[in-house]
């Protein structure tokens, strides 16, 4: 997304600056205000902002770490809800910001945050049930973004990644770092594109959880794409959702040569491998007789900052 500066807009602040008692912003507050007002139709939410964000909140991981890559912790107002600990690169600015809660704070404590901008990784966020929807919010005079993914139409790519970085940055007055990220990202995933060249694609199911019916991942989500730019196939990508249930007799009937399985909560990696070790009903899939896995944590195959690393790590684990 291109820089916009809006020179009618600075034409029209300046006299009024002159005569305004109030002191001229220092050189660090500055540059937020170019590119403002900016409009941005997010998940069917048009919101046109005049100023960026001072007070934001973060729900889920891949929300949080978006604004962390961005360096805008100074202006978190607080954070909730990880898969799993943040990058250690983000340490540091995460454990400087107030946690609000384990997993998603109630109503009354958001707002006792005093937010201008809560920013949401999965649609449970906005949780009508537990009166923290986006309508809410609005009511209360606090805007709001869901990650494309949580809303998505048809299957998101790694451009919706680079989409979700850039609509965030262009919100909080951040264009140029934005944009060195997308730039970053794409040539991590030309390395590992390159390294991956030839190589046959080896046929991927994903294990998420569960036991009577697998949860894997479909088609819709960035897992999908993930596999694909690591040089697997996803078996189950005709699945029109990101995340969805499969019968143990699809799994079997589509012959996965890997299983990759997610990495989050209290059911542990080995515990997972031994369900599917030990369920006499897949001792024929490929993957299982040649104990072939591949790990990814959950937080690296949602779309967010962590996707590009996230191809490389699977590439280097399929054959």
């Not at 902002?49 to 770490?65: D, F, G, L, S």
């Not at 109503?107 to 006792?112: G, N, Q, S, T």
């Not at 990784?121 to 494309?148: C, M, Q, T, V």
């Not at 996803?234 to 996965?256: C, G, H, I, Q, Y």
């Given at each position: 997304?291109?820089?916009?500066?809006?020179?009618?807009?600075?034409?029209?602040?300046?006299?009024?600056?002159?005569?305004s008692a109030?002191?001229?912003?220092?050189?660090?507050?500055?540059?937020?205000?170019?590119?403002?007002?900016?409009?941005?139709?997010?998940?069917?939410?048009?919101?046109?902002?005049?100023?960026?964000?001072?007070?934001?909140?973060?729900?889920?991981?891949?929300?949080?770490?978006?604004?962390?890559?961005?360096?805008?912790?100074?202006?978190?107002?607080?954070?909730?809800?990880?898969?799993?600990?943040?990058?250690?690169?983000?340490?540091?600015?995460?454990?400087?910001?107030?946690?609000?809660?384990?997993?998603?704070?109630?109503?009354?404590?958001?707002?006792?945050?005093?937010?201008?901008?809560?920013?949401?990784?999965?649609?449970?966020?906005?949780?009508?049930?537990?009166?923290?929807?986006?309508?809410?919010?609005?009511?209360?005079?606090?805007?709001?973004?869901?990650?494309?993914?949580?809303?998505?139409?048809?299957?998101?790519?790694?451009?919706?990644?680079?989409?979700?970085?850039?609509?965030?940055?262009?919100?909080?007055?951040?264009?140029?770092?934005?944009?060195?990220?997308?730039?970053?990202?794409?040539?991590?995933?030309?390395?590992?594109a390159?390294?991956?060249?030839?190589?046959?694609?080896?046929?991927?199911?994903?294990?998420?959880?569960?036991?009577?019916?697998?949860?894997?991942?479909?088609?819709?989500?960035?897992?999908?794409?993930?596999?694909?730019?690591?040089?697997?196939?996803?078996?189950?990508?005709?699945?029109?959702?990101?995340?969805?249930?499969?019968?143990w007799?699809?799994?079997v009937?589509?012959?996965?040569?890997?299983?990759?399985?997610?990495?989050?909560?209290?059911?542990t990696?080995?515990q997972?491998?031994?369900?599917?070790?030990?369920?006499?009903?897949?001792?024929?899939?490929?993957?299982?007789?040649?104990?072939?896995?591949?790990?990814?944590?959950?937080?690296?195959?949602?779309?967010?900052?962590?996707?590009?690393?996230?191809?490389?790590?699977?590439?280097?684990?399929?054959?």
């Amino acid at each position: 997304m291109r820089t916009r500066v809006l020179l009618t807009t600075a034409a029209i602040l300046l006299p009024l600056t002159a005569c305004s008692a109030t002191p001229e912003p220092d050189a660090k507050s500055a540059p937020r205000s170019a590119g403002f007002p900016y409009t941005v139709t997010n998940c069917g939410v048009k919101t046109t902002y005049k100023a960026p964000p001072e007070r934001a909140v973060t729900m889920n991981q891949h929300a949080t770490e978006v604004l962390l890559e961005l360096g805008l912790e100074d202006r978190l107002a607080g954070t909730a809800y990880l898969d799993d600990k943040v990058l250690p690169k983000y340490a540091k600015a995460y454990a400087s910001r107030p946690v609000l809660a384990k997993e998603y704070p109630s109503y009354e404590k958001l707002l006792a945050a005093n937010p201008d901008f809560v920013y949401g990784g999965y649609p449970s966020a906005f949780a009508a049930g537990d009166g923290r929807s986006r309508e809410a919010l609005a009511k209360s005079g606090i805007n709001s973004r869901l990650n494309i993914e949580g809303c998505a139409k048809k299957p998101v790519t790694m451009a919706d990644v680079y989409r979700e970085v850039r609509e965030a940055g262009a919100t909080f007055g951040v264009r140029d770092r934005a944009e060195k990220w997308v730039r970053a990202a794409r040539a991590e995933l030309a390395r590992t594109a390159e390294k991956a060249k030839g190589k046959r694609k080896a046929s991927v199911f994903v294990y998420d959880s569960g036991d009577k019916t697998a949860f894997t991942a479909g088609g819709r989500g960035i897992g999908n794409d993930i596999i694909e730019r690591a040089g697997g196939r996803n078996v189950m990508a005709d699945l029109d959702k990101s995340f969805a249930d499969a019968s143990w007799e699809t799994v079997v009937d589509r012959r996965p040569e890997v299983i990759l399985i997610y990495d989050y909560g209290a059911t542990t990696v080995a515990q997972k491998k031994k369900r599917l070790l030990t369920d006499p009903a897949l001792k024929d899939v490929p993957a299982i007789r040649n104990k072939r896995f591949a790990v990814l944590p959950l937080s690296d195959v949602v779309l967010g900052v962590r996707a590009p690393g996230a191809v490389e790590k699977l590439a280097e684990q399929l054959p």
